[in-house]
């Protein structure tokens, strides 16, 4: 293992800097040459490539976002932009590849890896939280509290006003960000892909509140929800409840920015680590997770298949606290 390629793909998430970081200086430490390539899956077709060395990566650590640009590629879904990106392999003379990145990204590696042989080792990088094998993906802590931070000021107005907010938070298809954000801000009712929540319930959860004389609420609900997101809800609350006034906020994008949690820093360096010395043991076609604190590869094929559940614990004190 002479030369390593590293991409970042898919959606950025805080922590990406800081896993681009860590495998850069694991390459360096053990005298390995480490090329970056820019723009995902579209760069590594393209030949968008440059040597990274440690001044390459200096002063990233906390920067959010992602250095080396992010892409999804259409043409790297096709068998004719997978064979252009394994002969700009060939002539970079890349032995590895490292991709950081979710579900899209891993499942591009994996394909990649079987029909052209090249190692690759995933670290996952999504604020979603949803790739099995990883205890944490990089970005989901620094994720959810930003939507905390978000929620308890969104709190202040709904208590001046004794309104009632649905506050849609991001996570595609999976309620980790939702539920671990409702336990930490003491939201009435979290709407989960996961646990399906009707609107009947829902209002049987904000009346019992009334009867306690609770004024304003915020409930939290994930993009996936069933019922269709945060605007959806209000409008069928509304018809049927008109208790409060209410008030809908979409925290978007707010979500994926900003400088990383010191936890996804230290997880992003771990895995950056992990990666390196995993394609260098002669790991591949796997991802580099952190499970018990301990480092754990999963293949890739089975990070993307398994459905990653979510804590049943927290699911059940969500619903004791939310009286």
């Known amino acids: 293992m002479k030369k390593i390629g590293v991409l970042t793909s898919g959606g950025d998430a805080p922590g990406m800097n800081a896993a681009i970081r860590a495998v850069v200086r694991a390459c360096v430490y053990k005298d390995i040459e480490c090329v970056g390539i820019f723009k995902g899956y579209d760069g590594l077709i393209n030949g968008d490539f440059k040597k990274l060395n440690v001044r390459s990566v200096a002063k990233i650590l906390g920067r959010g976002g992602t250095i080396l640009k992010s892409a999804r590629s259409d043409e790297f879904r096709t068998k004719e932009g997978r064979k252009q990106a394994f002969e700009a392999c060939q002539k970079q003379g890349i032995d590895g590849l490292i991709t950081i990145g979710g579900n899209g990204t891993f499942t591009g590696a994996k394909i990649f890896h079987e ?14 939280n949803d790739l099995y094998g990883s205890d944490n993906t990089i970005g989901y802590d ?24 649905f506050v849609e938070v991001m996570g595609r298809d999976a309620g980790f960000i939702a539920l671990r954000a409702g336990i930490a801000t003491g939201a009435i009712a979290v709407m989960l892909p996961e646990e399906e929540l009707s609107i009947d319930e829902l209002i049987a959860i904000l009346e019992k509140g009334a009867e306690s004389n609770k004024t304003s609420s915020i409930v939290i609900v994930a993009e996936g929800d069933a019922n269709g997101g945060a605007y959806e809800v209000a409008k069928k609350v509304n018809a049927k409840y008109a208790q409060y006034e209410t008030r809908v906020t ?20 771990r895995l950056g680590v992990a990666a390196v010395e995993g394609l260098v043991a002669g790991e591949t076609n796997s991802m580099a997770g952190l499970v018990n ?14 459905k990653f559940q979510l804590n049943k614990e927290e699911l059940r004190i969500a619903k004791i606290l939310s009286i």
Request: glycine share 8%.
């Open 142 to 165: 620094t994720a959810t509290n930003t939507v905390v931070e978000a929620i308890d000021k969104i709190r202040d107005t709904a208590n001046s006003h004794n309104r009632l907010f």
């Open 293 to 306: 604190d301990q480092i754990k590869y999963t293949p890739l094929e089975t990070s993307i298949s398994m």
């Open 115 to 128: 029909e052209y042989g090249i190692p690759v080792v995933g670290i996952p990088g999504t604020i979603d």
């Open 250 to 269: 979409v925290l978007g994008h707010i979500q994926r920015g900003g400088s990383p949690s010191a936890w996804d820093r230290v997880l992003a360096s």
